[in-house]
């Protein structure tokens, strides 16, 4: 019935709970069947195959008798209908995106890219459906058009058009030079911006960037003689150094910057594009005047610059990281762009890795991680790890062995330029004074019994539980074999001992596709790392349930002593320059621009936005209060509910309700309140990437109710298509926490109101939450008469315990400090070959970090 009457929601909720019923019944196939789950997804699946060959005959029927509107207004019908499919039932994503791609490249193949544009614009445009009353479109049928659009890459010339569209008025150069600030921290001021540099340096970008599309839209270049063009002028710039920024260089910078966006602008381009200028993928002027001035070319300065660029979020940083980073290695610099997120550092480097390949600096380029960044900056000296093993093993090698590591080190290498995505997190508390800390893992069938054996009697008292197994005939046997590391397995056993104690089995997240244990970092789940052996008690306690497949084998594997041998300080940066971009630069307080200053980063540039005005909403309105506390967690919840309904049942509005914890989301969604909401979707770390991106796209709809944490209140485009939506005012934010520093909030804020998208946000806090947080006492709240007075208190609150957070980083910091330095001189020992010397300075090494277990 659902299927027939094209209720797919209700459909999708019918899947939903029945694969929910599938995963709880499946080991007792005497209650239920999962066959009738089968039967029901295989219909399903038929009939979307059903309706993908009716749209196949189609266009194999125009192709042979000649285009017609009729035939073209069929076809996009047919295709809307799979895109409903692919917007609603979750479950069938995977395949239905996989139909629509396959009948999209066959319209390429037998009608050509015009004809792929036109399905675009009538998908684009509502032209597609009965039209809504008073209305010549139907809004759901553009809201899903639009989608799908955003969807499949067969349609990136539409999307290319409606972007030039949109940003039409914000590309005039002296329009874009008129509002971009600079500051410089060091006095603490806004300075005046170079603007004839910038301005003389965009004329000459653009009249080359024309030049090279003219020339090859008329055929008289090919994509390889714009490369070679762009390579012979960075061939012409070098050799260059950050500290000798040449008068050269800058005379050639537009120029090969236009070359770059021209190869750019082809590669992205169609056949349809090639015949109109407007709908060609080209750099906005923002990202383009962005770049130039991250190159300091308004600056008369002989040396590279540290310097940020402020971009606002949802506009294009992956451009400017991207085109940056390619001509940095041009002119033969190593580039790292780093950033906290594993998935949008993949998302930015996707979108030029092919540009990487074809100009052949792939191993001159690096995207990753600010953890992964580090480690290869450790990995640069040498395997510590390895090392390590071999040390306890007796087996180190001997200096000569381990000649070329320092061999490495000594070769004069190309300078390198760090560029840092959303500088704020990289420079934070999440990095700025901690270690990222590398262990040697060594295996042995004595370290798989002791570990089971702690497993199995982990209600001991603890001194008991570690004399047990200090006396058992694992651990002897385990000394025996390792002599002169008796002090080292003793440590080991006593952290595995803690380790047991304190272990909850709501910690990690197990991955039954990969048979892994994954712990939550930022906005995913990270299953390459480890929690010590609190991660071998999680796969004994997965074995335990009967979760883990092949358990033997994967604790064989999984169960290894842990031989911690080096902390290596995210402060200790020894990049030639340091660039960055970020959407929170204005929002940075004191106290990070004195960590920045540190770094020799004390100035940056804001430059305003490529859609013009910013329609962000923060006041009280239609009964919803800007910022509101309340007494309890029931309270709080209430509210929510509360708003929610106001917001999606009145006004048909869109809402995102942001907690601080997974926790707190859950006990919420888990609760009475969270019942009486309809079409609420949740977006978890712990969720598969198929379905955080279903989600995702589905946030910023008409009616639609999204429950997620922080960790997604940075980096997610929760793109609004839906023009009911925007009529209504957009998307409403709701936060249920006061974030501990202001770049946190304006991230949070910038999920919303994105590319002159209309949005709202409201605060509501928990006043225990506050108390705990901030030292805030609830009593304030009745004193203070407006909104702004209560805010202005709890910033006050704020920037107080942020003060103090970065007191105590400071003091960590020194810490850190020499845990480095006992690591680096360990690390030169084992580097030697002077296994006597490492050894001892392992052991020193142990006490400093663990003086508790070498007790």
Not at 58 to 65: G, R, V, Y
Not at 102 to 120: A, M
Not at 387 to 405: D, I, R
Not at 442 to 467: C, G, K, N, P, T
Request: glycine share 6%; net charge neutral; hydrophobic share 40%.
């Amino acid at each position: 019935t659902f299927w027939s009457n094209r209720q797919l929601k209700q459909l999708n909720s019918c899947l939903e709970r029945l694969q929910k019923v599938d995963s709880a019944f499946r080991d007792h196939p005497e209650v239920y069947s999962p066959d009738f789950n089968r039967r029901i997804q295989e219909e399903v699946r038929d009939r979307i195959d059903a309706d993908s060959r009716k749209v196949s005959q189609k266009i194999d029927k125009l192709a042979s008798e000649g285009e017609d509107d009729f035939g073209k207004l069929q076809i996009a019908e047919g295709l809307l209908s799979l895109g409903s499919f692919h917007d609603e039932i979750a479950l069938f994503k995977d395949h239905t995106e996989a139909v629509i791609g396959h009948l999209l490249t066959q319209c390429q193949d037998e009608l050509g890219p015009k004809f792929i544009f036109r399905i675009g614009l009538l998908l684009g445009e509502g032209k597609v459906g009965k039209p809504d009353i008073g209305s010549t479109v139907n809004a759901e049928s553009k809201r899903i058009g639009l989608a799908m659009l955003e969807s499949f890459q067969h349609f990136r010339t539409n999307l290319t058009a409606i972007f030039n569209q949109q940003t039409s008025t914000q590309r005039d150069v002296d329009h874009v030079l008129g509002n971009i600030r600079t500051h410089n921290m060091a006095a603490t001021t806004q300075v005046q911006t170079s603007v004839d540099p910038l301005r003389s340096g965009f004329q000459a970008y653009k009249a080359y960037n024309d030049e090279l599309l003219t020339s090859w839209n008329a055929g008289y270049k090919q994509l390889e003689d714009v490369k070679v063009e762009v390579e012979k002028l960075a061939a012409e710039a070098r050799p260059l150094s950050v500290h000798n920024w040449t008068s050269k260089f800058r005379q050639q910078l537009p120029k090969i910057l236009a070359g770059i966006a021209a190869y750019f602008t082809i590669t992205k381009s169609t056949a349809a594009a090639a015949a109109d200028a407007d709908i060609l993928q080209r750099p906005h002027t923002v990202q383009i005047l962005a770049i130039l001035t991250l190159f300091g070319y308004n600056s008369p300065d002989t040396v590279l610059a540290r310097q940020l660029v402020q971009i606002r979020t949802g506009e294009g940083k992956s451009m400017i990281l991207g085109m940056s980073s390619l001509l940095f290695a041009l002119l033969g610099f190593r580039v790292h762009c780093i950033c906290y997120s594993k998935f949008l550092s993949e998302r930015d480097h996707k979108l030029f890795r092919d540009m990487f390949k074809a100009f052949q600096v792939e191993p001159r380029v690096r995207y990753s991680t600010i953890r992964a960044f580090k480690g290869t900056k450790v990995a640069e000296k040498g395997d510590i790890q390895q090392l390590t093993t071999h040390l306890v093993e007796g087996g180190l090698p001997p200096a000569s062995s381990c000649s070329q590591a320092r061999h490495r080190l000594k070769i004069k290498r190309s300078e390198e330029i760090l560029l840092v995505d959303e500088v704020d997190m990289f420079f934070g508390p999440d990095f700025y004074g901690d270690t990222y800390n590398l262990a040697a893992l060594l295996h042995a069938q004595e370290v798989v019994e002791i570990l089971r054996m702690i497993w199995r009697h982990r209600a001991l008292h603890w001194q008991l539980l570690v004399s047990t197994v200090l006396a058992s005939s694992a651990f002897q046997c385990l000394s025996r074999r390792f002599p002169g590391f008796d002090w080292l397995l003793k440590c080991e056993v006593r952290s595995m001992c803690q380790a047991v104690r304190a272990f909850n089995p709501n910690d990690h997240c197990f991955d039954k596709r990969s048979n892994t244990i994954g712990y939550k970092e930022f906005d995913s789940i990270n299953f390459h790392l480890m929690h010590g052996y609190t991660t071998a008690f999680a796969y004994l306690y997965e074995a335990e349930q009967g979760r883990l497949q092949d358990p033997e084998r994967v604790l064989q594997q999984k169960l290894r002593l842990l031989i911690y041998c080096g902390n290596f300080c995210y402060s200790s940066i020894d990049a030639d320059c340091i660039l960055g971009v970020s959407g929170t630069l204005e929002a940075l307080g004191d106290e990070e621009w004195k960590i920045m200053r540190k770094y020799g980063i004390d100035r940056y540039s804001v430059m305003p936005s490529v859609y013009g005005e910013y329609n962000f909403s923060w006041k009280t309105q239609n009964g919803i209060h800007a910022l509101l506390t309340v007494r309890s967690r029931d309270d709080q919840f209430v509210q929510i509910t509360d708003q929610i309904k106001k917001l999606v049942v009145a006004n048909r509005r869109a809402v995102i309700v942001v907690f601080e914890t997974l926790e707190l989301l859950r006990q919420y969604a888990s609760s009475s309140y969270a019942s009486q909401v309809q079409e609420k979707n949740l977006l978890t770390e712990d969720m598969p990437e198929d379905k955080k991106e279903f989600v995702i796209r589905k946030a910023a709809t008409s009616r639609q109710v999204t429950l997620t944490t922080k960790a997604f209140g940075r980096g997610m485009d929760f793109m609004c298509h839906d023009d009911r939506l925007t009529k209504a005012g957009g998307t409403h934010l709701i936060a249920t926490f006061f974030p501990l520093d202001r770049s946190e909030e304006k991230q949070i804020q910038g999920r919303i109101a994105r590319q002159g998208k209309p949005g709202s946000y409201s605060m509501l806090l928990c006043e225990p939450d506050l108390q705990t947080t901030l030292g805030w006492q609830p009593a304030f709240a009745s004193l203070l008469a407006s909104t702004d007075e209560l805010y202005q208190s709890l910033e006050a609150q704020r920037a107080k315990r942020l003060r103090e957070q970065y007191k105590r980083i400071e003091s960590k910091l020194e810490g850190a400090e020499k845990d480095e330095a006992m690591s680096q001189a360990y690390f030169d020992a084992l580097l030697a070959g002077d296994a006597p010397k490492a050894t001892q300075l392992l052991q020193e090494y142990y006490r400093h970090v663990y003086p508790f277990n070498m007790s």
